[in-house]
C-alpha cells in the first residue's frame, strides 16, 4: 500500500532555527495532514492541506504541497525545544479507502 | 477530560495469552481506528469502524478481532499473542470517515510479548 516517507529522518537544530521536513507520497491524494507525536504519547494533529492548495500557515507553521511532484514540506520557524518530537505526514488517497496512510516520520531533537 | 482514552497503558504478556485493548472517545466521532506502531515508529491501519460497522479490514491476522458495542467504543482482543506483536496500539477517532478529517489519537497501549 502507499506510504508517504518523510525526509530526513532525524533532524538535530538549535532553538530559534528553522525546521524544514518533507513528505514523499506516491499516489494522487486528496489531501495531507501534517501530525506531531511526542515521545511515549499519542499523535496530535498539525495542520491539513487539500490537494487544491499550495501553501498553508498555522501559527509558527508553515506546510506547502506540490501535487505534481508529489511531495509536501513541513516548516517550523523559530523552533523552541517543546517542538522536540516526531513529525509525520499521512495522505488520504484520491479513490481509495477513506483512510489515512502515515509516513514513517522525522525525529526533530531542538537543542535549548 | 481525555477525548481518546485506551486502557491498559502497558501490558506486559506470555506467548500464547488472550488479551484486550479497550478504547472509548467521548467527542461524538462516528469512526474509530486500531493503529499499530512499530519499533521504527513506523505506523500501520488495522481496521477502522464507522458506527460500529467495520469498514477497513488491513490484512490483518484474525487473531485479531476489534469489537464496537456502541460508536463511542472500540476494543481489541488479541488471541494467541505472538512476540510479533509486540507494539504500541493506537486507538484514534474523527467526526465522520478520514477523507478532509483530523484524527484523534489515544495515548497507545504498549504491548510486550515474552
Known amino acids: 500500500s502507499q506510504q508517504g516517507e518523510e525526509d530526513p529522518q532525524a533532524l538535530s537544530i538549535q532553538e530559534g532555527e528553522n525546521a524544514t521536513m518533507n513528505c514523499s507520497y506516491k499516489?494522487?491524494?486528496?489531501?495531507l495532514q501534517w501530525y506531531r507525536q511526542n515521545s511515549g504519547r499519542g499523535l496530535v494533529h498539525l495542520i491539513l492541506i487539500r490537494s487544491n492548495e499550495r501553501e498553508k500557515h498555522s501559527g509558527r507553521l508553515r506546510v506547502t504541497l506540490d501535487t505534481s511532484k508529489k511531495s509536501s514540506s513541513l516548516l517550523i520557524t523559530a523552533s523552541r525545544a517543546a517542538d522536540t518530537a516526531s513529525y509525520f505526514c499521512?495522505?488520504?488517497?484520491?479513490?481509495?479507502?477513506?483512510?489515512?496512510?502515515f509516513g514513517t516520520g522525522t525525529l526533530l531533537a531542538v537543542q535549548p | 477530560d481525555t477525548a481518546v482514552s485506551q486502557t491498559p497503558k502497558y501490558l506486559v504478556t506470555q506467548m500464547g495469552n488472550d488479551k484486550s485493548i479497550k478504547c472509548e472517545q467521548n467527542l461524538g466521532h462516528d469512526t474509530m481506528y486500531w493503529y499499530k506502531q512499530d519499533s521504527k515508529k513506523f505506523l500501520k491501519i488495522m481496521f477502522s469502524y464507522n458506527n460500529k460497522e467495520l469498514i477497513i479490514n488491513e490484512t490483518v491476522p484474525n487473531r485479531f478481532s476489534p469489537k464496537s458495542p456502541d460508536k463511542a467504543h472500540l476494543n481489541l482482543h488479541i488471541n494467541s499473542l505472538e512476540l510479533g506483536d509486540s507494539a504500541v496500539y493506537f486507538c484514534?477517532?474523527?467526526?465522520?470517515?478520514?477523507?478532509?478529517?483530523?484524527?484523534?489519537f489515544g495515548s497507545g497501549t504498549q504491548l510486550s510479548v515474552l
Open positions: 499516489t494522487s491524494i486528496n489531501n
Open positions: 499521512a495522505t488520504d488517497r484520491s479513490g481509495a479507502t477513506n483512510k489515512l496512510i
Open positions: 484514534a477517532s474523527s467526526q465522520r470517515g478520514a477523507r478532509g478529517e483530523k484524527l484523534f
